[in-house]
């Protein structure tokens, strides 16, 4: 078998792969790594402050007592005894067995980004509409990319979504003959944004979601990252039907084992089942164990505090540091929670074709647009402060002024050279570890 | 919010989800697990002949040394060090460097079943057709069907897959006025068959593919384990194009861990990596190093060893049972190496109607239509030798002996009363763990 060529498969590919390119601004990741780079890209987690000597004998042991089963198959909705403690760590996000948090109703996904995905297959057929904030979580767009579905954003300001935007796109999706089928949104400290859902917002977007019978996708990473209070309580403590509820282990304990869960109304939960049995069989039993003890063995409510008053120590540095170095004309978000500050430049400004030069100055950020699905955003910028230093984040921060100081001077002098229009996000933009 | 109820959302599912429903059959795979039946129906490999307390200690001193990391998320192809342990393992499959495998082109997935998914994802638009052969892996089945494409089968012998018949299926699919895109297939020991292709077959069926430009998705979970000799070199070491292949350390080492991979042409592999970071961001990191660690640091050849003679001698004892307790008129086949051997029944039986008296008989095994798309295979069924000792499987063959014999005295008595009808195949069949 020779003569044939790699490209001679081409036409066999689906529908859905024509819209998937690699994007140029995916190849500066990879430079974003070099350590002469401060990265405010990337969303890992600082996994170095969990207690590894403790977390390596726990693990020892569980393969010592319970190796043969860890290490075999499970069943696809994932273990009882983890299904359990994902309940306990959603009672403490304020959704409980009083409002029908039920084990039963909860599938173990290998992390959340696979619960989207399995929401994505059993409610989304091409063409089908999903509404999310603008911006939305780079992670999610891809999914609904992949999934052929149309994403139309709703605005979004200081409280979260806007109710009467929400209204707004609702019926502006109706007019076009389209339905949509959910509205997808991250109500506390946002990615990228950094805002919450003001508590009053809260029943009335739940009302108008009832109301055009619209389910809600409520994603909720970062609930037990508030670092001076805790969030409102989330959509699901105030709604039994009619939204799906996704955590993860990701923040609270390690993204590397890549657990994550999906709370879902009965009937759904079991198609949820039967499509991520198709897709990956069943979740990884080993890392399903691992975190069953971790969460029933170790102080995980005393580690949650740790990395609050990490993280919290860290936004206060990049907070700062914007106050001491960002020119005249930028804005940004005061997250109470989480991992990200939101930036908006002065108009001129174009954050994707200004990445080049911020990676030049040996800063790095992620431009607006990966957070649109409409090519919008290019006047905003996401600074992640979760891994590096309070140091190396000040570092970072008076960099980038300085890029964003000598793009204003230049804009100033010669005009506008940004580039013209607005090209859709392509899929991949942004890598995984920088979503 | 309240007034809604579940099925209110029962409209909104995707096109797809309409022919996913749980099948009876599925609750008796719950029962089979009950410590007094026989289970010859579970595909799990026998990971209490791993070597814990070595795996145990070479795990908590990873996480002591590197626990940061391997607690992080990685980027989405998987890990460069885990691609190359890979290319070691494909290598002694027969797939090296001389056939162009290198570590660029591998994306490390959840166990195998994603890189089918993935697969699916890259290439199937709903109305595609799939060859596979008769019967074909249940798992794959499930992707398939996901995927909404159409799964053709052809036929196999005691030497795998019949050129002739492929020959005969290509043209069918083609006067029908669709085109199949790719030709799945598990030529070493095959499962559900328990056959392989025989080596003068696969230049012919690679030839055949090639001239009607199909793909080859070639299958190889097994063909480290062939307990006489290896299979013949497979069909990706004879075909640089044009064959994607698929493996897995389910079973040379811990299916709970959740780890495979793909090799794919260089701009194949591309949409793959991209689809699978829309689905699961990333493969688990502490996963991919614990597999790294093992493979580099660990005697994996010798505990290949070890699990080929432990599985040689289940087969020989379910080999040796049959012999002694199938009634006249079953047949089944001679597995060379894997998990599985594939019984036929005498035509009047249908083991999916008898599946309830053999768990009564305290027996359970997987029903042949499983294993079909088209909803024939009732005169069939698998049995799985990798689990149970030796004794339990000649208990667990004589009491299906005897359920098979009742159920003979009962026609011959009664006439066929089975089920009219083949109904096709539904989604969920088969949990995982039987796979």
Redesign the interface.
Known sequence: ?SG???????D??????HG?K?SEIRALFSVANRPEVVSLAG???Y??A?P??A???M??????RE??????????QGEAALREQICAVMAEEGVDASVGASPDDVVVT??S??AL?LVA?????PG?VVLAEAPSYV?AL??F??AEADVVHVQMDDDGLVPEALEEAIAAVAASGRRA??LYTVPAFHNPAGVTLAEERRERI??IC?RH?L?VLEDNPYGLLGFEEQPPAPLRS?????VLYLGTF?KTF?????LGWILA????R??I???S???????????QRIATRYFTTMPWREQLKVFRELYRERRDATLAALTDFMPDGVRWTHPGGGFYVWLTLPEALDSKAMMPRAINARVAYVPGTGFYADGSGTSHLRLSYCFPPPERLREGVRRLGHVIEEELSLRSTFGATGSAGAPRRV??DV???I?
Chains 1, 2 share one sequence.
């Open positions: 078998m044939t060529t790699l490209d001679d498969y081409t066999l590919y689906a529908q859905r792969v998937m690699a969303g890992s987690p996994t170095a969990l590894l000597d977390i390596g004998e693990v020892a042991e569980l393969i010592q190796g043969a089963p860890a290490l075999n198959y499970c069943v696809g290998t992390g980004q696979q995905d297959r059993v409610f989304l057929d089908d992670g891809g999914v990319q992949a089928k959910f739940l009302e009832q019978h389910l105030r709604a039994r039907d009619g990701s390690a993204a590397g084992i890549r109304p009965h009937a759904v079991d198609k089942v039967m499509a049995e198709a897709s990956i069989l069943c979740p990884p039993t080993f890392n899929a991949g890598p995984p570890g979503a």
